[in-house]
C-alpha cells in the first residue's frame, strides 16, 4: 500500500539523517575516546592504568558503587512493595519525592551536602569539634553517590512489579506461606529480571558519577578521587592520553551497561 | 468522603516497608535537600536578590537556560526522526543503533566530556572543518550545546518511541482509504497522537540540560560573562566558601526550572486537551 508509508527517497533520507546524527553524536565521541587512549601506545596505556593514584581512584569508585548499590536496592525494594502492592493515601506525592534527585542539578545534590557538614554547614561546628571527616573524605562521596542514584532501582523496578500483579502473593498467602516466605519464594524470583535491571543501571550512574561527588571531595589525590575525577585531574593537567586512557575504561564500562542492558530488557520482555 | 488511610489488603508488610522507605527518603534525600531552605532562611531578601541579579549570574542563568532550550529543540527534531526511523523502518544494524541510543545514559559525563572537548577543539576531527569556515566549536556556547544535545538525546527517542509502537496502524489505513495523502496523514493523524509524548520528552531533555555539569564543564571554556554556566557558577562560589552567594544562585535555578516545568506541563495538558476535543 503506498499511502501507508513513505516513499522510497524519503525513507532513506530519513534513515540517512538519523544515522548521521547519531553518527556524530554518539559514535564519534566513543571513537575519540579510545583513538587517544592508545595514542602512546598499549605499554604507555596500562602503564597509566597501572599508576598507583589510577588505582586509588579506581578502588574509590569500587567502595562507592558497593555502598551506593545495595543501599538503593534495598530501598528499592522496599518501595517498590509499599507502592505496587498498597494502595494508601499520598501515593503519588511519595513517587515524586523519590524522582526528587534526578531533577535537581548534580552541582546542586553535593551543594546540599557541603551545607549540612561543611565548617559553616549544620553540623560543620559539632563534626569539628568531635573531630570527624565526612566533607572532602569518602562518607561524603559515598552520601552523595547515594542521593544522585536514589530512584534508580526503584524507578526500574515499580513497573515491573506492577505488570507482574499481586495474585500470586494472595495465592501463596492463601494457601497458608508465611509473609517473609511468600516475598521470597515468590516475590523475588518473579521480580529478579527487574532487580538486576536496577542494579546495572544504578551502577553504571553511581561509578560514573561526576557533578556531586566533584562538589564534595576536595580532589585529594589517592584519598577521595573516584575514576572520573581522576579523569578531570589529569586532563586539566593536560595529559591528555593518561586522561582518556582512565576514561576508556569509564567508556568500557558504559558499552558493557549497554549490552547488559539490551539482554535483560529482552528476558523482562520474554519472561512475563 | 472518608478513605482509610491505606485499603485492605491480605498481603503482608506495609507498615515496614512504607517505613522504612518513608525513613530511608527522609535520611537521603529530604533532609539534605532542606538544607538548601535553612540556608536561604538566613539571608536577607536584598543579599539573596543581589547575587540573583548580578550581571554575572544573570548572564550564567541566560546561558545554562538558552543552551538548554536549543540543545531540546535540536533533539526534539533529530529524537522524533530517530525514533521514527527506529519504529518504522528496517535497516542493517537497526538493533545496535537502537542500543546505542541510551549511549549518553551509561557514559559517565567526564568522559563525554573531554571527548566532545577534544572533538570540536580547533584541532579536533571536527573542530578543525568548523575552524576553516571561521565557526568556533568548543570553547563557545555553540560548544556547551553540543554537549547538552549529547547529554539529553535519549529522552526525546525514548519517549515517543513506545507511543509510536503502540499506534494503531488502522488509523492510517483509516485515512488513507479516506483519500488523504500521506502528508495529511502524518500531519493529521499520526503527529496529534504523538504529540504529547514529543512534549514531554523535549521538557526532560530541557530538564536535563539546565543542570548539566560534567559534561559541559570541558568543552565550555568557562570564561564569566561569556561562557560559565549556572552549575559552574555554583561551583565557583563555593570554592570561594561563599556558601550564601551558591545557594542563592541555586535556589535562583530551581525557581525558574519549576517555573518554566509547571509552564511546560500546562501547555501539555491545554494542548492535550484541546487535541482530544478534535
Not at chain 1, 569500587?62 to 494502595?87: C, E, H, R, Y
Not at chain 2, 577543539?121 to 571536527?126: F, S
Request: charged fraction near 10%; aromatic fraction near 12%.
Amino acid at each position: 500500500m503506498r499511502t501507508r508509508t513513505e516513499p522510497r527517497f524519503v525513507r532513506i533520507m530519513l534513515v540517512t539523517t538519523a544515522l548521521v546524527f547519531l553518527g556524530i553524536f554518539l559514535v564519534l565521541p566513543l571513537a575519540c575516546v579510545f583513538h587517544n587512549a592508545f595514542a602512546k601506545g598499549w605499554g604507555y596505556y596500562l602503564g597509566t592504568l597501572r599508576h598507583p593514584d589510577a588505582l586509588a581512584a579506581m578502588r574509590m569508585t569500587m567502595i562507592t558503587a558497593l555502598v551506593a548499590v545495595p543501599l538503593n536496592l534495598v530501598f528499592g525494594v522496599a518501595a517498590s512493595w509499599a507502592i505496587v502492592k498498597f494502595d494508601f493515601k499520598g501515593r503519588d506525592f511519595l513517587l515524586s519525592l523519590i524522582d526528587l534527585p534526578l531533577s535537581v542539578s548534580p552541582v546542586i545534590s553535593g551543594l546540599v551536602f557541603v551545607l549540612f557538614f561543611g565548617a559553616q554547614g549544620v553540623m560543620g561546628p559539632w563534626l569539628t569539634a568531635h573531630n570527624i571527616q565526612i566533607l572532602f573524605a569518602p562518607p561524603a562521596i559515598i552520601l552523595a553517590t547515594i542521593f544522585v542514584t536514589f530512584p534508580m532501582v526503584a524507578r526500574e523496578l515499580i513497573p515491573v512489579m506492577r505488570a507482574q500483579g499481586s495474585e500470586e502473593e494472595e495465592a501463596a498467602l492463601t494457601l497458608g506461606a508465611s509473609g517473609w516466605k511468600t516475598f521470597w519464594r515468590v516475590t523475588i524470583p518473579n521480580i529478579r529480571w527487574g532487580i538486576l535491571y536496577g542494579i546495572i543501571l544504578c551502577n553504571a550512574r553511581a561509578m560514573g558519577e561526576f557533578g556531586a561527588v566533584s562538589v564534595v571531595s576536595g580532589h585529594i589525590r589517592g584519598l577521595t578521587n573516584t575514576l572520573p575525577l581522576h579523569v578531570e585531574i589529569l586532563y586539566n593537567e593536560y595529559q591528555f592520553t593518561a586522561a582518556f586512557a582512565a576514561a576508556s575504561v569509564l567508556a568500557l564500562l558504559a558499552i558493557v551497561t549497554l549490552i547488559a542492558k539490551t539482554f535483560v530488557e529482552a528476558a523482562i520482555r520474554s519472561g512475563r | 468522603m472518608s478513605r482509610r488511610f491505606v485499603q485492605p489488603s491480605i498481603l503482608p508488610g506495609f507498615s515496614l516497608s512504607l517505613g522504612f522507605t518513608v525513613f530511608y527518603l527522609s535520611l537521603i534525600v529530604l533532609i539534605p535537600l532542606s538544607m538548601l531552605f535553612v540556608k536561604t532562611a538566613t539571608l536577607s531578601l536584598s543579599g539573596f536578590w543581589e547575587v540573583v541579579t548580578s550581571a554575572r549570574t544573570l548572564a550564567a542563568y541566560r546561558l545554562s537556560f538558552g543552551t538548554a532550550l536549543v540543545s531540546a529543540l535540536v533533539n526534539a527534531v533529530f529524537g522524533l526522526v530517530v525514533a521514527w526511523v527506529l519504529v518504522r523502518y528496517s535497516f542493517p544494524g537497526k538493533r545496535i543503533v537502537d542500543a546505542l541510543v541510551d549511549f549518553p545514559l551509561a557514559l559517565p559525563t567526564a568522559v563525554a566530556g573531554i571527548a566532545l572537548t577534544e572533538l570540536y577543539a580547533p584541532t579536533g576531527w571536527v573542530g578543525r572543518y568548523l575552524a576553516l569556515v571561521g565557526i568556533k566549536g568548543a570553547f563557545s556556547p555553540l560548544g556547551i550545546t553540543i554537549a547538552l544535545t549529547f547529554i539529553g538525546l535519549p529522552f526525546v527517542v525514548r519517549t515517543v518511541q513506545p507511543v509510536l509502537e503502540e499506534l494503531d496502524p488502522q488509523l492510517e489505513e483509516a485515512a488513507a482509504s479516506l483519500g488523504a495523502n500521506r502528508w495529511q496523514t502524518l500531519r493529521k493523524v499520526v503527529f496529534p497522537v504523538i504529540f504529547p509524548s514529543l512534549l514531554t520528552g523535549f521538557t526532560l531533555a530541557f530538564a536535563r540540560a539546565i543542570g548539566e555539569y560534567g559534561s559541559v564543564i570541558f568543552i565550555a571554556g568557562n570564561m564569566p560573562m561569556k561562557t560559565e554556566i549556572a552549575p559552574l557558577l555554583i561551583m565557583t562560589k563555593l570554592e570561594q566558601y561563599d556558601y550564601a552567594g551558591a545557594t542563592a544562585i541555586a535556589v535562583g535555578m530551581l525557581l525558574i526550572s519549576f517555573v518554566l516545568l509547571a509552564s511546560g506541563n500546562f501547555l501539555q495538558w491545554h494542548i492535550s486537551k484541546k487535541l482530544g476535543k478534535a
